[in-house]
């Protein structure tokens, strides 16, 4: 992650903490939501930094290839923290360019998989 990631986090939960004080229902993570999912998946500036983030965040150490348990993890973890339903979730990750792209490579990697297996 970036390295000013741990400042901004911090950041942002001073601010939750102070919207929390007002409305205890508030969550930081359903506002900025659109946001985050837009910047990491939509990558428009094309920075190579936000593209080995999502890589890290999606891909299996051992393997080196896209995990679908850890997308699916992700998927499940970024629903329950915007309180959004997975398919929600699902339907906003594969219709920015960054998602489509994850998915073009899953299946790239299915398909040499099982065509090895021939």
């Known amino acids: 992650l970036p390295p000013y990631f741990l400042n ?11 919207a929390r004080a007002t ?5 930081i993570v ?15 500036t094309g920075s ?15 393997t ?3 995990s679908l348990r850890k997308m699916r993890q992700l998927i499940a973890q970024l629903a329950s923290l915007s309180r959004k ?3 929600v979730v699902y339907w906003d990750v594969f219709f920015t360019r960054g998602g489509r ?4 490579q899953w299946i790239q990697q299915q398909l040499k998989v099982r065509l090895c297996k021939l």
Request: charged share 30%.
């Open 8 to 18: 901004n986090a911090r950041a942002l939960a001073s601010l939750e903490g102070l």
């Open 23 to 27: 409305d205890p229902s508030f969550s």
């Open 30 to 44: 359903s506002s900025v939501y659109p946001f985050a999912l837009k910047t990491l998946l939509a990558d428009k």
């Open 48 to 62: 190579p930094l936000l593209r080995a983030t999502l890589d890290d965040l999606a891909t299996d150490t051992k």
């Open 64 to 66: 080196g290839r896209l």
């Open 85 to 87: 339903r997975k398919l």
């Open 101 to 104: 792209r994850l998915l073009r």
